[in-house]
Structure formats: C-alpha cells, structure tokens
C-alpha cells in the first residue's frame, strides 16, 4: 500500500482539533515530521500521531529541506499561511492550507500562482462542505432543483463565543475577527452551493461594540479588552455579476438570540433551502406550499468519499485521494481565493464607506 509522508506545519488548537486526528484514521496517511514555534507542542503532537522516529522542528524551511515530504498540512496563524504553504509547494509538496486562503488576497494570490508554476495541489480547509447536510443540498442545487438562485444568506452568528485564546483577538496575525475566522465558511459554503464565484461589487460594514466591555458572558470566559484588537461582527452585501445578491453576517459578539454557524439560506425560482432547523427544501406543488425536511443520517447518504458524517474526516480523506488517485481535490484554491477577496473588500468598504467594485 502506497503510504504518503505527512508534515505539520503549526501544532496547535486547530491542527490538534481536526487535521491529526483525522489523518490519523487514514491507512495510507504516515505523518513522519511536525514543525511549531513551541518546540513542546510539536514534540507531543509527534508522540500522538507520528511514526516511529517521526522528527520535530521548530523551523518549517528548515523541515521541508530535511524531510521527503508528500504532502503539508499548514494550521499556523493566517499571517503565515501563504508563505508555509508556498514553500511547502516549492519543496514539491502537495498543501492543505487551514481557512481563510490567507490574511489578504495579494498572499492569497501568489499561493495560486505558486500552485499553478510548481503543479503540486493545493486546498483549503472549508470542512463544512462535507456535512451530509451541505453535500445532500449540493446535490439539490446541482440537479436545479431550486432553479436560479438569485438571493442567499450566509450566516456566522454567535451570540456569546470570543475565542480567548491563541491569537484570535491579535489583527496583525489573523487579519480580522469573527468575518476572516466563521464569516468565510458561511461565504465558502454559499457560493459552493450556489455555484457562482463571479462578483460584481461588495459593501461591508464592521462593528467593535462589545469588545470593550468586561462583564460578558462569554463562552469561554471574559476577553481581556486590551487585546480584543478585532471586530466583534461584521456585515456584507454582495452582488454577483449575474445579478444575485448574497449578504453574509459574522459574529463572535451579538446581542442576538437567532444565531446560527456556517449555515446558509439559499431562495430560487422553483425552491428554496435553509439550515435553519436541519435542512429544509421548500416550493410550491399541486397549488401548497410545501416544506421537507430529509433524513441526513450517514446510512442514507451517498458519500463521495469515507463514511459516516464526520466532516473533518471526510475532508481528509478526499483530500489524500485527491493526491493518490491525482485528481482535483473538491475545495479549489480558485474559489477560496474569492472568498478571501470578499472578505477583504467587506473589511475595505467599511473603512472607506464606499462599495468596493470587482
């Protein structure tokens, strides 16, 4: 059995949290180095998940010199994205980059074109399209079910739930609050779903309303308002270049009970979906209106890859398919590479107050 060498660049929360262990669970997957600027972290993410002798490293240029690598998973903050992942591709490594693309889209850039001049794949880590819930209406909007999609919401709601730690609340590192960090799964999964990444004009607002306070009922107990240096919510209204309109909400902190994550509602001319309440299809029949609700559960759905709703796991594991069998992987660099140009417009167009034209 062919087996590919996996190096970890970044050990942290979310390399922790979703890539090891769900490489882990792949027979054709051996993740032989692993690379953080806390030595100890790396040290224990190798005795969990490496192989025997598996090296550690605390610089990722230095890894990718010393290693025979197959394939890099980047989990680092986003302002080190592109350049792990770029030189990871230039050591002729295939990449799976965690979300957003990068911290701006001039980074987000040259990740593509790094992709494109050395030919090694590169993918982004939206996990969230691999819900049975997003694959099931993918297939819906696929076979036109809903017909043209002309309105969508993205919706990244919490009312409650700052990240205190990491560097979450650092901008120079991140880029952004709760827009750069859930906002750009919403968006990822609604122009998935709607099959339309071409953008005329984007108008963004951004809020720092609660950062300052101090008694907040944070999920994850108070934030230090001396460090909250991001946006608690963020708001956008996209037009698409056919005429669609998508508008994305994000927060990590609202005064708001309908609060929803990496969801999306999506209208058309012969139906529409939403997430709200699991997935709902509804449209017109026999002069009702009618909505359904399917049953999601694993045994009933076709998976393209991998089984069970584990979307962590099937993320992986199309992606080490992708690099295998040598096919595209199903998040394209491309389509987040939109994403992120969304994301930083939204940012730009609060700024200036003016609409930022594609």
Known sequence: MTKLKVGIIGCGGIANGKHMPSLSKIDTVEMTAFCDIIPERAEKAAKE??????????????????????????????????????????????????????????EAEAMLEAHIRTGKKLTIGYQNRFRSDSQYLKKVCERGDLGEIYFAKA?????????????????????????????????????????NYDVKSVKGTVYKKLGDQKDTGNAWGDWDPEKYTVEDSAFGFITM?????????????????????????????????????????????????????????????????????????NEATQW???VLEDKEPIVKPEQALVVTKVLEAIYESAKTGKTIEF
């Open 49 to 106: 998940y490496g192989v025997d002798g598996a090296r550690v490293y605390e610089d990722y240029t230095e890894m990718l010199q010393k290693e025979e690598l197959d394939v890099v998973h980047v989990c680092t903050p986003n302002n080190a994205h592109a350049p792990a992942s770029i030189a990871a591709m230039e050591a002729g490594c295939h990449v799976m980059c965690e979300k957003p693309m990068a911290k701006t889209v001039k």
């Open 155 to 195: 919706h990244a709601l919490r009312r409650r739930a700052v990240p205190t730690w990491g560097v979450f609340l650092d901008e120079e590192k991140q880029g952004g609050g709760p827009l750069i960090d859930i906002g750009t799964h919403a968006l990822d999964l609604t122009l998935w779903c709607m099959d």
């Open 241 to 313: 270049a056919d005429g669609a309109t998508i508008i994305l909400e994000s927060s990590w902190a609202i005064n708001m009970l309908d609060t929803k994550e990496a969801k999306t509602t999506l209208a058309g001319t012969l139906g529409g979906a939403d997430m709200n309440d699991g997935l709902r299809l509804n449209k017109a029949d026999l002069g009702k209106l009618v909505v359904t609700k399917p049953a999601l559960d694993a045994a009933g759905v076709d998976f393209y890859d991998g089984v069970g709703d584990d979307p962590a796991l």
């Open 320 to 322: 080490i398919n992708a």
